[in-house]
């Protein structure tokens, strides 16, 4: 870990717990209304120790949500004996309503977001991934915190695991790493995210180009995109 080095805050920045959630259930494509609790509770934690592992401070709502998973994965435990109050409830509404509202709540984001805007042609600006598109029909969309937090520990599984951390040599900061993508981006515009991890970087050097990315994600430097069919992440200077 690189505690005493740096540490990157995400509160009002990135996502929060529900989009957590929502990454989680996407990725494993789970039924909102036959949610596996016990696998879900499990996925979740995992990402927030890694988190912490990461030395990544998160907003308490994320605490918030984890206990809320764990009491519900424990009612689902309890035995239902007649005449308890609520004992057709399924114990994993209290969670699948709120995904619910929030999905409804999210699409209509995306749907108002994709209205055209008075004026908005005034001042022109390339969109976003318009050189990453090879076909007219493929895609690209925005990405956070949670597809990036699974693009890095693919890149982590392929160190191999006797290569550990060395803390007592002074070697790039997170800010001398900010700087060195920002060079990359001032000449190239945009680079793909796997690019960043040069071959032979030892593990630390890795998660301080993690790191990186995600301050400058934090600082408005960046924004993150990925090519829907292909799957690739690439970085946009802004």
Known sequence: ??????KVILENVFEGPMDLLVH???????????????FLTEQYLSYIEWMKSMNIDFASDFIVMASSLTKIKSRMLLPVHEGDEDEDE???????RP???????????????????KGEHIFTRTPLGSKFLTNPEDEVIQVG?????????????????EHKVDLTTDRMSVKERINEIVDVLQKEESIVFTDLFRDGST??????????????????????????QSGIIRLFYI
Do not use: S, W
């Open 99 to 117: 995904i619910e509202e929030y999905l409804q709540m999210q699409a209509a984001a995306e749907e108002l977001a994709g209205r055209p805007l």
């Open 90 to 96: 399924d114990p994993r509404m209290a969670i699948a």
């Open 24 to 38: 989680l259930i996407r990725k494993n494509e789970l039924d909102i209304y036959d949610i596996p609790i016990a």
């Open 203 to 228: 593990k630390r050097e890795i998660i301080i180009t993690f790191l990186a990315v995600l301050e400058m994600t934090k600082l408005c430097l960046i924004q993150v995109a990925q090519h829907v």
């Open 145 to 161: 915190l949670f597809e990036l937090i699974d693009a890095f520990q693919k890149i982590l599984e392929k160190i191999p695991a």
């Open 1 to 6: 870990m690189i505690n005493e080095d740096y």
